[in-house]
Structure formats: C-alpha cells, structure tokens
C-alpha cells in the first residue's frame, strides 16, 4: 500500500503542510512513522480523508454550494474578453481551470481576476494517469 507524507498529503488536498500536520496532530486523519521517523499517511486513509474534507465544503447556511460533484471553489486569476467569446481562468488549490464561454456570460456574472468563483466540470470523458 502506497503511503504519502504530510507534504505529498498537503498537496493532494490542496491544502499547507501546516494545515495537513495541524488535521493529523488533531487526529482527523491517522498518521504512522517510517524507519527515518518521516510521519506517512496510509493511502486508503488519506483517499477516504479527502472524501470527508471534499464534503465538508459548505456556505455560511451549512449546506452545500451545490449537489455536483465536480466543483472547483478557487479565485480568478485571468479574464480575456474578445468580441463574442471570452476566457477565464480559475485557481482552485492546486487545479489551474480554464473555461471558455460567451462574453455575455462573463459580463452579466460580473467576473473580474481576484474574485472567488466556482468552476463546474461535467465531462463525459474522464482521463486518469497514475503518478
């Protein structure tokens, strides 16, 4: 079974080291010590921990921003206008999106870089790579 450390962790989850070590001191997520003392995470643990943390994504009301599945909560980061089309880019941890939509679209939703915004993904090909 593949183990990560705190930082590997930390990355997957799109979350600080910091963050990563204060949830495992807290015992949120159940870490073990290798022969050179590093603190790993059980890769069963952290894909089930990463589920808990995924829907733990909730407004101020606690309830979900939405029932799909395939939200991206980050912070534009670009907007390029053209005459009928329009490109924007959201940084949402470590997922750069990019979306390509109608000006009107991104006129009337008033997007603008700095803003926090909500990528929404719905694919009907999904494509898996292992690392």
């Known amino acids: 079974m593949q183990s990560y450390t705190i930082g590997q962790a930390a990355r997957l989850l799109g979350v600080s080291p910091d963050t990563a070590r204060r949830w495992a001191d807290a015992g949120r997520v159940v870490t073990h010590r290798d022969d050179a003392g590093r603190r790993l995470i059980n890769g069963r643990d952290l894909a089930a921990f990463s589920v808990e943390v ?7 009301d606690g309830e979900p921003y939405t029932s799909a599945r395939n939200a991206f909560p980050g912070i534009v980061t670009a907007v390029k206008l053209g005459d009928v089309a329009a490109q924007v880019e959201i940084q949402a941890g470590p997922h750069r999106l990019v979306s390509l939509l109608t000006r009107e679209a991104v006129e009337e939703l008033g997007l603008e870089v700095g803003m926090r915004a909500t990528a929404r993904v719905k694919s009907t090909s999904v494509h898996i790579d292992r690392t």
Do not use: R, S
């Open 54 to 60: 995924g829907q733990g994504a909730h407004n101020d």
